[in-house]
């Protein structure tokens, strides 16, 4: 029985020259090169990265929401997250270590969510959480609710909801 000789099984474990994404990846959102710097060396790699992050990043490219609403609906996702977040902090004598840590993050997120969501309808309230923090399109979370579309778009009560957060704390476009 022959050995593999070292170059062949090096040149067989070389990523291919030419990456081709899948269509899940690129489904919604354009796939970017980004130069990488390897954990060792002085090299540096490409890798493919999806441009956007959030449903929200897509409806600003698409210019469905300005940037003022954009922002805050990624406040409004921010302290979503940390309003979910439970610390299991059992004692505890000192403040805490860290940026946004512990209780009084969850605390103040949750206080935050409050202030986000008071003023809106119940269907803006829904859109608004939705989309900002669960990461659903509004169509499809008004679809999922059993909402009559042919009323007011979903999209429309998105707007309203962020354009009113933007006021409410005071961001600028």
Not at 103 to 119: K, T, V
Request: charged share 30%; proline share 5%; hydrophobic share 35%.
């Amino acid at each position: 029985m022959k050995k593999p000789s070292k170059k062949t099984s090096q040149k067989s474990l070389a990523p291919p020259e030419t990456m081709v994404e899948t269509k899940e990846r690129s489904q919604h959102s354009p796939v970017v090169d980004m130069a990488v710097k390897a954990t060792s060396g002085k090299g540096v790699r490409k890798v493919r990265r999806v441009l956007y992050e959030h449903v929200l990043d897509v409806l600003l490219h698409r210019s469905l929401i300005n940037y003022s609403q954009h922002e805050a609906g990624i406040r409004v996702r921010h302290f979503g997250e940390m309003a979910q977040l439970h610390s299991r902090v059992i004692a505890r004598y000192d403040q805490s270590s860290g940026e946004q840590a512990g209780p009084e993050a969850e605390a103040h997120a949750r206080e935050m969510i409050r202030d986000a969501l008071d003023g809106l309808n119940r269907r803006e309230k829904s859109v608004l959480i939705g989309t900002c923090v669960y990461g659903e399109w509004p169509g499809v979370w008004a679809i999922r609710r059993g909402w009559k579309v042919n009323k007011s778009p979903p999209i429309d009560s998105l707007r309203i909801a962020l354009a009113d957060v933007a006021r409410r704390w005071r961001i600028s476009q």
